[in-house]
């Protein structure tokens, strides 16, 4: 579930927070066709980078454990 989809606190990016629900560990694809990600990360509740997130193409992978919460930073460009 899509907990919350919003600009950055600070500006830099976009946050994304997710909540799983089935109580099962679950990787996610996130994909976004015609943006360029320039970064993806892990971060904590007050939106501090922890960790990146490899990013291939148009698509990055996260997994949430049982019950988990995930927030995680995007920063974007628009492609020409």
Known sequence: MILACKQAEDGDGYILRLLELAGEQTTIRLRWPGISATGAYR??????????????????????????????RFRMRAQD
Request: proline share 10%; no cysteine; hydrophobic share 35%.
């Open 43 to 72: 971060t904590n509740i007050v939106e501090q980078d922890l960790e990146p997130l490899g990013i291939s193409g148009h698509e990055a992978r996260v997994t949430i454990p049982p019950f988990g919460i995930e927030t995680l």
